[in-house]
């Protein structure tokens, strides 16, 4: 069955000669009716923007549907080369593919809407009915956002679109930022925004806060927080539990008995604003302005990780995190706490979509700012096709999708793209299941990075931590701090006869 009810119909008109048939699970992920309806959008699109009725196009041996397949295929299985996977999509026998230049030439006239549409349509929780221990907290669906860098061909073209510091400290490679909203049960995507290096992640997030609604629990990394994000994240009725930089001033409004408080931030600008008209009020001899100014009101989670290694060492780090879930009865600080431990499924999600399905060092080979675009939402687009996958095994067996390896799903994808979507989807499940992830306790590895003149030092050659660990939560009772107000007070008669 097609996994998003489109029909399936192939246009009699169109040569046989290099459309392939509907087979493998891309064909159940994305079936034909529903890769005709986003190509068909693109074009009304491209017409509405060109403000007149687009020309007929052309009936061509390399039509658009064969081209939206042959992308994704081409993210499946990004070490072959063109004529490889149009070979395998096709079942052409050798000698009969088309040519590179081509196949190329097929990927630019397609550009990068109709894949960003297709995204668009195929993204979502991949959640089973009802409220699972592994997917919600407090009965809040567990959700977070997280930024990444993709690096892309070096091109001219592709180093003027990434923009200053594209290429990183010492680098050659230009980069594209993307910024993803997955579920932290199944990992499956909920959303993307991908644009180049010189986006920040707060304004591509920004983009994303559409798909928030009430009923989630959204978490976040301290470099997401601004006052206007908050806002309008926290406005779409989802809760929010982010954590934010020490440098916040959050003083205590009022504690609350399992150690966290309520504050209240004030926006910024204006704040700010009012500083600057304060200043001038007092020069003109007016009393300042000191009506309340908009503000936030929440709750404070501050506390301390320490990690336990099994050789006797440890290690502590300091957390403050505000959320909008005031009741500190309905979550308590402590369960906050764990529960933002499960933002790390993003992270995993960034590993399974730039290691195991692109490979590991590998540079998107599109040399143009349009076709690297394409070439990234193709590539989310493969990946939630083996995210579903693993989410059917799931759901068919009780078990959490954390148990089911995602490499182990990829293999068994690539191994069934000759077979009939129906007789894919059965031996994809089946390859999915008989190798799970083993049931292990915490661990813990040095990270390395190997990007030249990076601040940390690679992991090879370096002495290996032990393997497992033990977590430990410190929540202190909070200091009340005094608050600080927006203005100077002048000081009085009495003050300025006891001044030195």
């Given at each position: 069955?097609?996994?998003?009810?489109?029909?399936?119909?192939?246009p009699?008109?169109?040569?046989?000669?290099?459309?392939?048939?509907?087979?493998?699970?891309l064909?159940?992920?994305?079936?034909?009716?529903?890769a005709?309806?986003?190509?068909?959008?693109?074009?009304?699109?491209?017409?509405?923007?060109?403000?007149?009725e687009?020309?007929?196009r052309?009936?061509?041996?390399?039509?658009?549907?064969?081209?939206?397949?042959f992308?994704?295929?081409?993210?499946?299985?990004?070490?072959?080369?063109?004529?490889?996977?149009?070979?395998?999509?096709?079942?052409?026998?050798?000698?009969?593919?088309a040519?590179?230049?081509?196949?190329?030439?097929?990927?630019?006239?397609l550009?990068?809407?109709?894949?960003?549409?297709?995204f668009?349509?195929?993204?979502?929780?991949?959640?089973?009915?009802?409220?699972q221990?592994?997917?919600?907290?407090?009965?809040?669906?567990?959700?977070?956002?997280?930024?990444t860098?993709?690096?892309?061909?070096a091109?001219?073209?592709?180093?003027?679109?990434?923009?200053?510091?594209?290429?990183?400290?010492?680098g050659?490679?230009?980069?594209?930022?993307?910024?993803?909203?997955?579920?932290?049960?199944t990992r499956?995507?909920?959303?993307?925004?991908?644009?180049?290096?010189?986006?920040?992640?707060?304004?591509?997030?920004a983009?994303?806060?559409?798909?928030?609604?009430?009923g989630?629990?959204?978490?976040?990394?301290?470099?997401?927080?601004?006052?206007?994000?908050?806002?309008?994240?926290?406005?779409?009725?989802?809760?929010l539990?982010?954590?934010?930089?020490?440098?916040?001033?959050?003083?205590?409004?009022?504690?609350?008995?399992?150690?966290?408080?309520?504050?209240?931030?004030?926006?910024?600008?204006?704040?700010?604003?009012?500083?600057?008209?304060?200043?001038?009020?007092?020069?003109?001899?007016?009393?300042?302005?000191?009506?309340?100014?908009?503000a936030?009101?929440?709750?404070?989670?501050?506390?301390?990780?320490?990690?336990?290694l099994?050789?006797?060492?440890?290690r502590?780090?300091?957390?403050?995190?505000?959320?909008?879930?005031?009741?500190c009865?309905?979550?308590?600080?402590a369960?906050?706490?764990?529960?933002y431990?499960?933002?790390?499924?993003?992270e995993?999600?960034?590993?399974?979509?730039?290691?195991?399905l692109?490979?590991?060092?590998?540079?998107?080979?599109?040399?143009?700012?349009?076709?690297?675009?394409?070439?990234?939402?193709?590539?989310?687009?493969?990946?939630?096709?083996?995210?579903?996958?693993?989410a059917?095994?799931?759901?068919?067996?009780?078990?959490?999708?954390?148990?089911?390896?995602?490499?182990?799903?990829?293999h068994?994808?690539?191994?069934?793209?000759?077979?009939?979507?129906?007789?894919?989807?059965?031996?994809?499940?089946?390859?999915?299941l008989?190798?799970?992830?083993?049931?292990?306790p915490?661990?813990?590895?040095?990270?390395?990075?190997?990007?030249?003149?990076?601040?940390?030092?690679s992991?090879?050659?370096?002495?290996?931590l032990?393997?497992?660990m033990?977590?430990?939560?410190?929540?202190?009772?909070?200091?009340?701090?005094?608050?600080?107000?927006?203005?100077?007070?002048?000081?009085?008669?009495?003050?300025?006869?006891?001044?030195p």
């Open positions: 069955m097609p996994a998003h009810g489109a029909s399936v119909s192939w009699s008109s169109t040569p046989a000669r290099f459309l392939p048939g509907v087979r493998g699970v064909s159940w992920f994305v079936p034909a009716g529903l005709d309806e986003v190509l068909a959008l693109a074009r009304e699109e491209e017409s509405a923007a060109a403000a007149a687009l020309p007929a052309r009936v061509r041996l390399l039509p658009a549907r064969l081209g939206l397949y992308v994704l295929a081409l993210c499946l299985s990004s070490g072959l080369p063109y004529r490889r996977v149009l070979g395998g999509l096709c079942g052409l026998p050798a000698g009969e593919e040519a590179s230049t081509a196949l190329t030439a097929l990927r630019r006239r550009g990068p809407r109709p894949f960003e549409l297709l668009a349509r195929v993204a979502s929780a991949l959640e089973p009915p009802g409220q221990a592994w997917s919600h907290a407090f009965g809040l669906l567990l959700t977070a956002w997280d930024g860098t993709l690096k892309i061909a091109s001219a073209g592709n180093a003027a679109w990434a923009g200053p510091g594209g290429t990183g400290q010492g050659h490679y230009p980069r594209a930022r993307l910024v993803a909203l997955a579920c932290c049960g499956g995507l909920l959303g993307a925004a991908a644009g180049p290096f010189s986006t920040g992640e707060r304004a591509l997030a983009a994303l806060t559409g798909l928030l609604h009430r989630m629990l959204l978490l976040a990394d301290r470099g997401f927080y601004s006052w206007g994000l908050w806002h309008a994240a926290a406005g779409t009725g989802a809760d539990l982010w954590r934010v930089s020490s440098g916040l001033h959050l003083p205590v409004v009022r504690a609350l008995p399992d150690g966290s408080w309520l504050t209240r931030i004030e926006d910024p600008r204006a704040k700010d604003n009012r500083y600057r008209k304060n200043g001038k009020r007092r020069r003109a001899g007016k009393p300042p302005d000191t009506s309340p100014l908009p936030i009101t929440v709750r404070v989670i501050g506390f301390t990780l320490t990690v336990t099994d050789d006797g060492g440890t502590t780090e300091r957390y403050r995190m505000i959320t909008t879930l005031l009741d009865r309905a979550a308590p600080a369960g906050l706490a764990a529960a431990a499960r933002r790390w499924a993003v995993t999600c960034f590993a399974e979509l730039k290691t195991a692109r490979g590991p060092g590998r540079i998107l080979r599109s040399r143009t700012p349009d076709l690297a675009l394409q070439e990234i939402w193709a590539y989310l687009t493969a990946y939630q096709a083996v995210r579903a996958v693993i059917l095994a799931a759901a068919g067996t009780g078990t959490s999708p954390a148990r089911l390896s995602f490499t182990a799903a990829l068994a994808v690539r191994g069934t793209a000759r077979l009939a979507p129906a007789a894919a989807l059965a031996e994809t499940t089946a390859g999915t008989a190798s799970p992830v083993p049931d292990r915490g661990r813990v590895w040095v990270r390395g990075l190997r990007e030249p003149g990076a601040a940390y030092p992991a090879a050659g370096a002495k290996a032990p393997h497992h033990t977590c430990t939560i410190t929540i202190p009772t909070p200091a009340r701090a005094p608050s600080n107000t927006t203005d100077q007070q002048k000081p009085t008669s009495n003050q300025k006869s006891q001044a």
